[in-house]
């Protein structure tokens, strides 16, 4: 398995991957220059992108094909773009979620409200109405040291 960034071929993949894990397709195709994807065998069977917004962002996709959860797939995709958004000069990211809740601190990430949340971020497809109302927002100020179990 290998992590890369994402190719214009892919799209269709991710997409189709996002769609069979119930996650919002909206604003994949004006952001995918910033996803990267695992890839095993040429399959893709993981992906994850960011949505810029100046020196904040959007964490989104995160999606592992469901006969590759629980092998490092996922920690891999997100530590890797993690290590995009410093490179890139993102100081701090949020992310929406409805099922990851429990996942995501281990990355350094912890709640916190919608009233919090830049105004360029809230106009995203995903704060827009893609993601529901009751998804929960998280954020990350970059360079923060993570929590790791």
């Known amino acids: 398995m290998k992590i ?6 892919d799209r269709g993949a991710v997409e189709h991957l996002l769609s069979a894990n119930d996650l ?3 604003g994949v195709e004006e952001n995918f220059s910033n996803f990267i994807v695992a890839e095993d065998k040429g399959e893709i069977i993981g992906a994850v ?6 020196s904040v962002a959007l964490l989104r996709s995160a999606v592992v094909l469901n006969k590759h959860r629980g092998s490092g797939v996922g920690r891999k995709l997100v530590e890797h ?3 995009n958004a410093e490179k890139d000069g993102i100081e701090e990211l949020f ?5 990851a809740e429990d996942y995501f601190p281990r990355f350094g990430f912890a709640r ?12 995203s497809p995903e704060f827009q109405g893609a993601c529901p109302d009751t998804a929960l927002v998280m954020t ?3 360079g923060a040291p993570a ?3």
């Not at 890369?4 to 071929?9: M, V």
């Not at 919090?116 to 971020?121: D, L, N």
């Open 112 to 123: 916190t409200t919608r009233s919090a949340v830049p105004a360029a971020v809230k106009a």
């Open 24 to 26: 919002p397709v909206d």
């Open 49 to 54: 992108g960011l949505e810029k917004f100046g």
């Open 4 to 9: 890369r960034k994402a190719k214009d071929r």
């Open 147 to 149: 929590y790791r179990d």
């Open 140 to 142: 990350r100020r970059i």
């Open 95 to 99: 992310l929406l979620t409805t099922t």
């Open 81 to 83: 773009i993690l290590e």
